[in-house]
């Protein structure tokens, strides 16, 4: 059963991105195929004519452009964004690749309900250039996670991590693929989660089919 829907038995979300939206399409797919049970009421991208806005606007989604070079501070993008966001009414705010940090408020205004995307077996490599980082700390293993968004970035309670072999000739962009194409799977696989009210965060942490998920799930393969 879904943890909130729109009446279809679908739960209503939007989408934050950056760029490129590979993630995204990940998500529309699962949409359109109805492996996925929302409704991707609108994806919102901080940065004009990006590829991921094609994406939506391909698969008859609300493509949204809010430019965050065109507000003077932070606080009147977020103000904007949030309001935007807002009017959709999503049960859900998935990040996807979206590169902007966002403020504590804004996050607990969304306290439980965005989730968002990091290349990194989290709590390694919070940040940027996480591929480089790995390589250069001598990783074996790399990968991405699925997390809540709390206030300290890239740093709330992990639901779902997939892992990659690091291979000795693989250079940052070799092992961002890899990790890539386990994104593609593990997003959808948590947001499906989250759809059927099978994972929730209560006090920081995330609760699995009504039980504590002691550590985050791991797809096959993880060490
Ligand atoms: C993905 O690798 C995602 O994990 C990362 O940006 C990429 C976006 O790709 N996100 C972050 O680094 C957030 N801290 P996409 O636009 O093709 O989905």
Redesign the pocket.
């Known amino acids: 059963m879904a943890a909130v829907s729109d009446g279809s038995g679908k739960l209503p979300l939007v989408v934050l991105?950056?760029?490129?939206?590979?993630?995204?399409q990940a998500i529309l797919d699962g949409a359109r195929d109805g492996s996925l049970p929302i409704t991707i009421r609108a994806v919102i991208s901080n940065r004009p004519g990006v590829q991921?806005l094609d994406r939506a606007r391909q698969a008859a989604v609300p493509a949204l452009t809010l430019d965050h070079k065109v507000y003077s501070t932070r606080q009147d993008f977020e103000t904007a964004l949030r309001s935007t966001i807002d009017e959709l009414s999503p049960a859900l705010v998935i990040?996807?690749?979206?590169?902007r940090v966002l403020s504590p408020e804004f996050v607990m205004h969304y306290a439980g309900r965005m989730l968002?995307?990091?290349?990194s077996l989290l709590p390694k490599y919070r940040?940027?250039h996480?591929h480089e980082r790995a390589l250069g700390g001598g990783e074996r293993e790399h990968g991405?996670s699925v997390h809540f968004v709390t206030p300290e970035l890239?740093s709330g309670p992990v639901i779902v991590q997939a892992c990659v072999p690091v291979l000795p000739d693989d250079d940052p962009d070799s092992l961002?693929a890899r990790?890539?194409e386990q994104?593609h799977k593990i997003y959808p696989l948590a947001i499906r989660w989250f759809a059927e009210g099978r994972i929730v965060l209560r006090e920081q942490q995330v609760w699995f089919d009504g039980h504590l998920l002691s550590e985050p799930k791991r797809w096959p393969g993880c060490h």
């Open positions: 991105i950056s760029g490129r939206g590979s993630n995204l991921g990040l996807a690749g979206f590169m968002n995307i990091h290349p940040g940027l996480t991405a890239d961002a990790v890539l994104e």
